[in-house]
Antibody, heavy 121, light 107 residues
Framework: QVLLQESGPGLMKPSETLSLTCTVSGLSISASKYYWGWIRQPPGKGLEWIATIYYSGATYYNPSLQSRVTMSIDASKRQFSLKLRSVTAADTAVYYC?????????????WGQGVVVTVSS | EIVLTQSPGTLSLSPGERATLSCRASQSVHSRYLAWYQQKPGQAPGLLIYGASNRATGIPDRFSGSGSETDFTLTISGLEPEDFAVYYCQQYGSSPLTFGGGTKVEI
């Protein structure tokens, strides 16, 4: 069973850089040709795809966030990460790490439990 | 970008009733690349349906998906108490991947 667990700062100030990490258990990131991704959900709102990375390191970003986002993978640690620069209150959300299934353009299963990120001065 | 519009916003039903949720796309979704998710309060979404009509592992057969191109439907035949939740559709036929705004199924 594949399990995903997010970790992150919780509370941030505007203009800072958000750094999130997802730890994968149940399979090897490097041994399996899987994709990994991030999705966010602002309070009381819907879901937004942020980015996807292939085990090889190839990345795919939502154009709406592309200028501020970087995704990376560290197979030795069974982790992949997201950096979001110059955060504002609009970036306040629950951030989920996910596994896109069926390719980069795929459905998402499983999901991590989510980490709450609040941006406030 | 493909915009997905879900309707109704809220569906008020009783246990045992049939729920019909709609997801309409602003342009044709390639190869029926559409998924449905269920989200309960305080939890992450969970996959129900992929490929428009394929149930994910462990999903009861009271959940069914149908549709193609721009019109998709999720049907729950005989609502159980645990089915009251928010449901989202997602298209993965073209980038950026997008979600609908959700339908809340409430008692």
């Amino acid at each position: 069973q594949v399990l995903l667990q997010e970790s992150g700062p919780g509370l941030m100030k505007p203009s800072e850089t958000l750094s999130l990490t997802c730890t994968v258990s149940g399979l090897s990131i490097s041994a399996s040709k899987y994709y990994w991704g991030w999705i966010r959900q602002p309070p009381g709102k819907g879901l937004e795809w942020i980015a996807t990375i292939y085990y090889s390191g190839a990345t795919y970003y939502n154009p709406s966030l592309q200028s501020r986002v970087t995704m990376s993978i560290d197979a030795s640690k069974r982790q992949f990460s997201l950096k979001l620069r110059s955060v504002t209150a609009a970036d306040t959300a629950v951030y989920y790490c996910v596994r896109p299934t069926g390719g980069f353009e795929g459905w998402f299963d499983p999901w991590g439990q989510g980490v709450v990120v609040t941006v406030s001065s | 970008e493909i915009v997905l519009t879900q309707s109704p916003g809220t569906l008020s039903l009783s246990p045992g009733e049939r729920a019909t949720l709609s997801c309409r796309a602003s342009q044709s979704v390639h190869s029926r690349y559409l998924a449905w998710y269920q989200q309960k309060p305080g939890q992450a979404p969970g996959l129900l349906i992929y490929g428009a009509s394929n149930r994910a592992t462990g999903i009861p057969d009271r959940f069914s998906g149908s549709g193609s191109e721009t019109d998709f439907t999720l049907t729950i035949s005989g609502l159980e108490p645990e089915d009251f939740a928010v449901y989202y559709c997602q298209q993965y036929g073209s980038s950026p991947l997008t979600f609908g705004g959700g339908t809340k199924v409430e008692i």
